[in-house]
């Protein structure tokens, strides 16, 4: 059973990681004149994800660990509307909001799977 948890947090964070990078990929190519709008907003909303999971994984007690995994859920919504704002203003290609969108599902349906099981 342990190890069957490891596992799966080992393919949460590394698709968390994987997310976070891609975002920052996307955001590269964002105009200059939204460096410190959208592209720091949805950088640091997409690195709040793992960021608060790591931190909720490392905490002693369930009520606590939940409690930052809502928070990087909350961060994961976040940047999916960003991601779609951004999309709309043609910040980004179709390609790459499509890829981005499908992996931040991936993780919110794992994410919410934890969540959820916690009581």
Do not use: C
């Not at 009520?63 to 995994?69: G, I, S, V």
């Amino acid at each position: 059973m342990i190890k069957k948890q490891n596992n799966y947090h080992k393919e949460l964070k590394n698709l968390m990681d994987e997310y976070v990078h891609l975002v920052y990929k996307i955001t590269k190519d964002f105009p200059r004149e939204e460096l410190f709008g959208s592209t720091s907003q949805l950088r640091r909303a997409a690195l709040s994800v793992i960021l608060n999971y790591i931190e909720g994984f490392a905490r002693i007690g369930e009520a606590t660990y939940k409690n930052f995994l809502k928070i990087s859920y909350g961060s994961l919504k976040e940047s999916e509307y960003l991601l779609n704002f951004s999309f709309k203003e043609k910040f980004m290609s179709e390609k790459n909001y499509l890829r981005a969108s499908e992996m931040a599902d991936r993780v919110g349906a794992m994410l919410w799977g934890i969540i959820s099981r916690i009581r």
